[in-house]
């Protein structure tokens, strides 16, 4: 039960694109395609962005999305806005009723 | 509306015990999946315990096997964590969350989280 590996921080002047990557192993983002991104802002619950590696729930913007090559997941923000600054947190499946997170992501609209 | 409330942090010294609950509204309760996820000051989350909805599964991350027991109670709409043997490492805001259709392998509900202070 390994943390999955986010870059730190990443950044990214308003209205361009940034990619935050998710690096497992083949027993967990490899494995699965249950990869998940949560958004968390400073004091708050982490909100659900995208889940099955790259679908949206409800009421999260076509802003955000996800994608997976091997054992690396990625969640691609587009469009950047003020408001997108946060903490963002990779999570996978990992068999057996198992999950991991990654370590986060701090993004800093510039 | 759709809403997780924890309850039953606090201070508690090395060694001893503390019960978490979670109370859920707005929602069909017994048909969603629940976990335990906790963030330690400053850190990032970690996943702590999940149950099935029906209780027929559970599972636990190591750093806690043997030492928390996950529970549920879907005629009273409520999840638990019993809490053994805590150490200072547990001390991590406790966040319960539950996985619905179709993203059951996500959490897609939050509660706004409980504090565990274990320190002597």
């Known amino acids: 039960q390994s943390a999955l590996t986010q870059p730190r921080s990443v950044s990214g002047s308003p209205g361009q694109s940034v990619t935050i990557s998710c690096t497992g192993t083949s027993s967990d983002v490899g494995g699965y395609n249950y990869v998940s991104w949560y958004q968390q802002h400073p004091g708050k619950a982490p909100k659900l962005m995208i889940y099955?590696?790259?679908k949206r729930p409800s009421g999260v913007p076509d802003r955000f999305s996800g994608s997976k090559s091997g054992n690396t997941a990625s969640l691609t923000i587009s469009g950047l806005q003020a408001e997108d600054e946060a903490d963002y947190y990779c999570c996978s499946y990992a068999g057996s009723y198992t999950f991991v997170f990654g370590g986060g992501t701090k993004l800093t609209v510039l | 509306q759709v809403q997780l409330v924890e309850s039953g942090g606090g201070l508690v010294k090395p060694g001893g015990s503390l019960r978490l609950s979670c109370a859920a509204s707005?929602?069909?309760?017994?048909?969603?999946?629940m976990s335990w996820i906790r963030q330690a000051p400053g850190k990032g989350l970690e996943w702590v315990s999940y149950i099935s909805s029906s209780s027929s599964y559970t599972n636990y991350a190591d750093s806690v096997k043997g030492r928390f027991t996950i529970s549920r109670d879907n005629a009273k709409n409520s999840l638990y964590l019993q809490m053994n043997s805590l150490r200072a490492e547990d001390t991590a805001v406790y966040y319960c969350?539950?996985?619905?259709?179709?993203?059951?392998?996500?959490?897609?509900?939050w509660g706004q989280g409980t504090m565990v202070t274990v320190s002597s």
């Open positions: 707005g929602f069909t309760f017994s048909d969603y999946y």
């Open positions: 969350a539950g996985s619905g259709w179709p993203q059951i392998d996500a959490f897609d509900i």
């Open positions: 099955d590696v790259s």
